[in-house]
């Protein structure tokens, strides 16, 4: 993991694909300081003065969570695979997902999803991969999420 500053903001995992090596730098913006709007468990609010890349004045909010996501698929022999379903106050809907959860910062993911698929859906699984690691809703918050494949169920 490497971490270094870009425009005064603290980068806490930058991700350089082989294939983007010799890619020209793309122009960054300037933040003139972070104010914390609202704080709770979950995640922190914040907002930051800028000077966009384009050197126009900006004003972005960005959402911090205190967790990185987890989530898994399991699969079953069959093909079949197992969601879990509740009501998103966010969404105002029922909402069928693979078992999820948050891993603290200072938790490793894989420990903490093994603990939310057993908790969740009452499965626990002989094999694992790791499928995907990505930035969500980039553009508005830092959140991180990190999905497995599970089998052997």
Known sequence: ???RHIGGMKIIRQIDPAWAADLPEQPQGQSHGEETLIENPWLRVT?????????QDADYWVVRPKNVGTGVL????DGTVTLV????????????????????MDED??????????????L????????????LSNS?????AICWLAWGL
């Open 1 to 3: 993991m490497q971490k």
């Open 47 to 55: 907002r930051h003065p800028v000077t966009a890349p384009t050197g």
């Open 74 to 77: 399991p699969l079953h022999g």
């Open 85 to 104: 379903g509740q009501h998103r106050f966010a969404l105002m809907r029922y909402s069928w997902e693979m078992p999820e959860g948050g891993a603290p």
């Open 109 to 122: 993911p894989f420990e903490a999803i093994q603990r939310e698929l057993r908790e969740e859906a009452g």
């Open 124 to 135: 626990k699984a002989e094999h694992w991969a790791q499928v995907l690691d990505m930035d």
């Open 140 to 144: 508005v918050t830092d959140e991180r």
